[in-house]
């Protein structure tokens, strides 16, 4: 035992800890994974032989990998060996103590015996406080292929399951997942992220490999999306936050990052333009939306796509401070900045505008406007972060009001249940991170609407996941958000592409009776230790046509049971 003692690493996973074995292994939360330990770079002493050059060549490419690394199959059969003897109550003369119930064992393995075994686990068996017998997992993997005559036929999966458990009676479970936002997305509008909508299917009674998911399948929508794709309907809005999020660092840091000017007149000219215009229609009262003032004023949030306007077009009542931040995010530098406000101070002191504001407003600018309608305002100092922090005030005013537009105007949520995302109870900073929440669920139910279709029976349930989820957490663009929506809803994608995993269980038994055969084909590794071993499949990936047919990794889960008493 010295040797396991020194090359051999243990974990234990549970609780938030992903198992990275469960998709093929539904037991106890908590679980053992064995794995040799990275420290080690002997040889295993174990092995009498040594390897050939292809598992050579395997165990290399393992060490240079980042991951996590495998034992060889033979060292795993002796570890699980060593469990089972551990935890049968009839081997008291190994003096082992207390038999102490232990959590499931998971092996990593390296797939170098001839079925290219890839996990190993043992699972203990209980009667109340009293261990029974031992559940053995094996999991071999092959691929990637395009040959689909290596695919299992499942007529003789099930007649294998029933004679390796002398079972009369079976049932089957399927699962199968498909990728919902490649699918759904143009070449040129999509780049690489971590953004990801699938869907997970599942039902009973399979009939044969591959089968499309049934009508009456359970159907879960899984969204993890990433903020800031340039192809997105709201990247402009996003860039719009970006600026955001730039002054609130300058804020914290003394530090602000300007951004480039996208625009050849300079944001001082603008904002004088702006201060001309409104200045030239005082004696008119030209409060009321002109529709050529209107145009010539607006937002660059309102350089959308086309396809979405009927879901987020622009707000049609921006009011003199969202004008202006408009205006002053082409600023480049903190000098231009003071001059900006400036400019905008001396006509309010001057009396030579008396712009509208929308009420409710708590900016220092909101409040300097306010005063100038009775005569007088008092002196602002446009030096040190006082500049920076106006234009953030304006900011967040003006991007609160577009987000609850949108939420609002879809009817995914209410005033009062928006609430908390647009409070200023709370400092600046705090402020900006809620902001920061409410576009990422923007971005959300745009991509559903834009690419997937989706109606307002999807939409404002999923708001009602997203909005929970963000009043009690951080930011997390990681997140998974799950929602329960009918097959109906993407039975055309499951129908025109095929899945990126699909899957079979055949089961029989009851309660700690059940045993399972699993197979699975997935286009990417089922094992996160596995390395590509195609050994015997074809890796053709041509088909009939112009068209590239999908490479699938094929594996195989089996447990047997053995009884202590």
């Given at each position: 035992?010295?040797?396991?003692?020194?090359?051999?690493e243990?974990?234990?996973?549970?609780g938030s800890?992903?198992?990275?074995?469960?998709?093929?292994?539904?037991?106890n939360?908590?679980?053992?994974?064995?794995?040799?330990?990275?420290?080690?770079?002997?040889?295993?002493?174990?092995?009498?032989?040594k390897?050939?050059?292809t598992?050579?060549?395997?165990?290399?490419?393992?060490?240079?990998?980042?991951?996590?690394?495998?034992?060889?199959?033979?060292?795993?059969?002796?570890?699980?060996?060593?469990?089972?003897?551990?935890?049968?109550?009839?081997?008291?003369?190994l003096?082992?103590?207390?038999?102490?119930?232990?959590?499931?064992?998971?092996?990593r393995?390296?797939?170098?015996?001839?079925?290219?075994?890839?996990?190993?686990?043992?699972?203990?068996?209980?009667?109340?406080?009293?261990?029974?017998?031992i559940?053995?997992?094996?999991?071999?993997?092959?691929?990637p292929?395009?040959?689909?005559?290596c695919?299992?036929n499942?007529?003789?999966?099930i007649?294998?399951?029933?004679t390796?458990?002398?079972?009369?009676?079976?049932?089957?479970?399927?699962?199968?997942?498909?990728e919902?936002?490649?699918?759904?997305?143009?070449?040129d509008?999509?780049?690489?992220?971590?953004?990801?909508i699938?869907?997970?299917?599942?039902?009973?009674?399979?009939?044969?490999?591959?089968?499309?998911?049934?009508?009456t399948?359970?159907?879960?929508?899984?969204?993890?999306?990433?903020?800031?794709?340039?192809?997105?309907?709201?990247?402009q809005?996003?860039?719009?936050?970006?600026?955001?999020?730039?002054?609130?660092?300058?804020?914290?840091?003394?530090v602000?990052?300007?951004?480039?000017?996208?625009?050849?007149e300079s944001?001082?000219?603008?904002v004088?333009?702006?201060?001309t215009?409104?200045?030239?229609?005082?004696?008119?009262?030209?409060?009321?939306?002109?529709?050529?003032?209107?145009?010539?004023?607006?937002?660059?949030?309102?350089?959308?796509?086309?396809?979405?306007?009927s879901?987020?077009?622009?707000?049609?009542?921006?009011?003199?401070?969202?004008?202006l931040?408009c205006?002053t995010?082409?600023?480049?530098?903190?000098?231009?900045?003071?001059?900006?406000?400036?400019?905008?101070i001396?006509?309010?002191e001057?009396?030579?505008?008396?712009?509208?504001?929308?009420q409710?407003?708590?900016?220092?600018?909101g409040?300097?406007?306010q005063?100038?309608?009775?005569?007088?305002?008092?002196?602002?100092?446009?030096?040190g972060?006082?500049?920076?922090?106006m234009?953030?005030?304006?900011?967040?005013?003006?991007?609160?009001k577009?987000?609850?537009?949108?939420?609002?105007?879809?009817e995914?949520?209410?005033?009062?249940?928006?609430?908390?995302?647009?409070?200023?109870?709370?400092?600046?900073?705090e402020?900006?991170?809620?902001?920061?929440?409410?576009?990422?669920?923007?971005?959300?139910?745009?991509?559903?609407?834009?690419?997937?279709?989706?109606?307002?029976e999807?939409?404002?349930?999923l708001?009602?996941?997203?909005?929970?989820?963000?009043?009690?957490?951080?930011?997390?663009?990681?997140?998974?958000?799950?929602?329960?929506?009918?097959p109906?809803?993407?039975?055309?994608?499951?129908?025109?592409?095929?899945?990126?995993i699909w899957?079979?269980?055949?089961?029989?038994?009851?309660?700690?009776?059940e045993?399972?055969t699993?197979?699975?084909?997935?286009?990417?590794?089922?094992?996160?230790?596995?390395?590509?071993?195609?050994?015997?499949?074809?890796?053709?990936?041509?088909?009939?046509?112009?068209?590239?047919?999908?490479?699938?990794?094929i594996?195989m889960?089996?447990c047997?049971?053995?009884h202590?008493?």
């Open positions: 035992m010295s040797w396991f003692e020194t090359d051999v243990i974990c234990l996973t549970g800890c992903k198992s990275p074995i469960e998709r093929f292994w539904n037991g939360d908590m679980i053992y994974i064995l794995q040799k330990a990275r420290h080690n770079e002997e040889s295993d002493p174990v092995e009498e032989s390897p050939d050059d598992s050579y060549a395997l165990e290399l490419l393992s060490k240079e990998s980042s991951g996590p690394v495998a034992l060889s199959v033979r060292t795993a059969k002796q570890l699980i060996s060593f469990y089972t003897m551990v935890q049968n109550p009839n081997m008291s003369h003096n082992t103590g207390e038999l102490v119930v232990l959590p499931p064992l998971g092996i393995c390296d797939g170098s015996d001839p079925e290219h075994t890839y996990w190993l686990g043992a699972e203990p068996l209980t009667a109340g406080k009293k261990i029974t017998g559940n053995l997992y094996m999991v071999t993997c092959d691929g292929t395009a040959d689909k005559s695919f299992a499942l007529e003789e999966l007649t294998a399951h029933k390796m458990h002398h079972s009369s009676v079976v049932m089957t479970k399927g699962f199968a997942q498909y919902l936002l490649r699918a759904a997305a143009l070449e509008t999509i780049v690489e992220s971590t953004s990801n699938n869907v997970d299917m599942t039902w009973n009674t399979v009939n044969k490999i591959l089968e499309t998911p049934v009508l399948s359970a159907a879960t929508l899984n969204i993890t999306l990433e903020s800031g794709d340039p192809g997105s309907p709201v990247y809005l996003y860039r719009e936050l970006q600026f955001l999020l730039a002054l609130s660092e300058g804020l914290k840091t003394g602000t990052q300007w951004p480039e000017p996208l625009e050849s944001a001082v000219e603008q004088q333009e702006l201060l215009d409104l200045k030239n229609k005082l004696d008119r009262f030209c409060i009321s939306e002109n529709e050529n003032g209107t145009e010539k004023i607006k937002c660059d949030t309102a350089a959308v796509d086309s396809s979405i306007k879901v987020f077009s622009e707000r049609g009542d921006l009011d003199f401070a969202e004008q931040w205006k995010r082409n600023v480049s530098s903190y000098q231009e900045l003071v001059e900006c406000f400036t400019l905008v001396k006509s309010l001057r009396g030579e505008i008396q712009p509208w504001i929308h409710g407003s708590s900016s220092l600018l409040k300097l406007i005063q100038s309608y009775h005569g007088k305002i008092e002196v602002v100092s446009l030096s972060i006082t500049p920076i922090q234009l953030l005030e304006i900011g967040l005013d003006k991007m609160k577009d987000y609850v537009s949108f939420f609002i105007g879809q995914l949520a209410t005033l009062t249940y928006l609430d908390y995302f647009i409070s200023t109870s709370v400092d600046l900073q402020q900006v991170h809620r902001v920061q929440k409410l576009h990422h669920m923007l971005e959300i139910m745009v991509s559903c609407t834009v690419l997937l279709q989706f109606k307002h999807n939409l404002f349930p708001t009602q996941i997203c909005m929970k989820y963000y009043k009690e957490n951080p930011l997390n663009e990681k997140h998974v958000f799950q929602l329960p929506i009918r109906a809803v993407v039975k055309k994608f499951c129908q025109n592409d095929d899945p990126e899957k079979v269980d055949i089961i029989s038994g009851h309660g700690q009776k045993v399972r699993t197979w699975q084909v997935s286009t990417n590794p089922p094992v996160e230790h596995m390395t590509s071993n195609n050994t015997g499949l074809s890796s053709d990936s041509t088909v009939s046509g112009s068209s590239e047919e999908r490479m699938y990794y594996a889960a089996k047997s049971q053995v202590f008493t």
